[in-house]
């Protein structure tokens, strides 16, 4: 018999966290999933249908910035666990706007540890008695780690030394190191993932693949950064949940563990694969990837971020299920159905 517990987790109406929690509410019946998100424009409760008649799936507004609400969500489901998801995440965004990536990825971490800390610890290093174990799980990035050299095997490891170059990364490298200070100072326990790009259903209109598909099927230009060589290793987000899952259950106390699919791309190779398959299963009178066009580079552009997940493989037997030849088609398929649903709205 294994103990029903209440976990916190924030950010889940956005791209990753709302393919999370169907995929943990079915494999632990023993959870009840608190879910606190603000609604940004990067979430909507349209990616958490599928759970709203769910017994152990609770939606709260609100932010994680706000301490008396967090306080009380502890206190009120009595908190276990925490998988923290939300941020502000896209780096165009944080050139424009960078005040509100600090804002929500560090001073909303701080809060979240600092809540947490006081409702599961007596004094550094000591839990109340029925906290015991309790988790904090920080979802994080492989750009707090920089841009790459071109060398294939130039990869980040977990000693990577940090180099974020945008807001955004900066924020999260900023959330990073306050999860590592509770870990080192306080002793709660912590484990932090720093995942590569995620591709699959549910992301963000604004993100590249996403966009790529839209400006594809409504037949205009599809903006591609400066020569379009940047690389990312890209994995389907299912397969990033499994390893959130995996390093939440089984992960070693203050330990890090990259995640990343060993499927580096360029841009260019990115929008040519998506093109090649809209050619076959919605062909136009030309091929669409006479749409690509290249645009001003992003300030900035990191060249190339490419993740040895070796650590998480060996210690913890995680696998990625999808290659990027059969994650694109599961996901070019999804955004079919959400781009010709609203065209017919
Ligand atoms: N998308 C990727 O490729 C990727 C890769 C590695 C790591 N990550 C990390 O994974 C996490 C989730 O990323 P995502 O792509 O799902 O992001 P997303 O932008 O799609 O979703 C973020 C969610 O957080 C919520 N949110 C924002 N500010 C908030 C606040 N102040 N209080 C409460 N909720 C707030 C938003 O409403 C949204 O639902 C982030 O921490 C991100 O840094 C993302």
């Known amino acids: 018999m294994q103990n029903n517990k209440n976990i916190l987790l924030t950010g889940t109406a956005g791209f990753i966290g709302s393919n999370f929690v169907p995929y943990f509410l079915e494999k632990y019946p023993q959870y009840t999933l608190v879910n ?17 008649g769910n017994p152990r799936y609770k939606f709260i507004k609100g932010n994680i910035c706000n301490r008396e609400l967090v306080e009380y969500i502890f206190t009120e489901y009595d908190i276990q666990g925490v998988i923290h998801f939300a941020a502000e995440s896209h780096v165009d965004n944080s050139i424009k706007n960078p005040g509100v990536f600090i804002e929500t990825n560090v001073n909303g971490t701080f809060t979240l540890l600092d809540v ?53 990364s900066a924020s999260k490298a900023s959330s990073d190191m306050i ?18 790009n995620n591709y699959g259903p549910k992301q963000h209109d604004e993100k590249l693949i996403p966009t790529i598909i839209r400006k594809a099927l409504a037949g205009q230009s599809i903006p591609i950064y400066g020569d379009g060589k940047n690389i990312r290793d890209w994995l389907y987000v299912l397969d990033h949940c499994k390893g959130i899952d995996l390093v939440y259950h089984t992960g070693k106390e203050g330990n890090v563990y990259n995640i990343g699919g060993r499927n580096e791309r360029t841009n260019l ?38 993740i040895d997940a070796s650590k998480l493989e060996n210690k913890l037997g995680w696998r990625a299920d999808e290659n990027f030849d059969s994650g694109i088609i599961k996901t ?5 159905g959400k781009y010709k649903t609203s065209e017919n709205n």
């Open 179 to 196: 999860v590592r200070s509770y870990q080192e100072t306080y002793g709660l326990n912590t484990v932090i993932t720093n995942c590569s």
């Open 269 to 306: 190779q990115i929008v040519d694969a998506i093109c090649t398959i809209l050619d076959e299963k919605v062909p136009s009178a030309k091929s669409y990837k006479e749409l690509i066009t290249f645009v001003e580079d992003r300030a900035g552009h990191d060249r190339r971020y490419a």
């Open 36 to 52: 606190l998100d603000l609604l940004t424009y990067a979430g909507t409760l349209d990616n958490l249908k599928e759970c709203e």
């Open 116 to 168: 947490a800390k006081h409702y599961w610890m007596d004094k550094p290093f000591t839990y109340k008695m029925p906290y015991q174990g309790c988790r904090f799980h920080h979802i994080s990035t492989d750009e707090v780690y920089g841009t790459l050299s071109l060398d294939p095997n130039d990869l980040f490891t977990e000693e990577t030394p940090y180099a974020p170059n945008s807001p955004y």
């Open 332 to 336: 070019i398929e999804w955004y079919l």
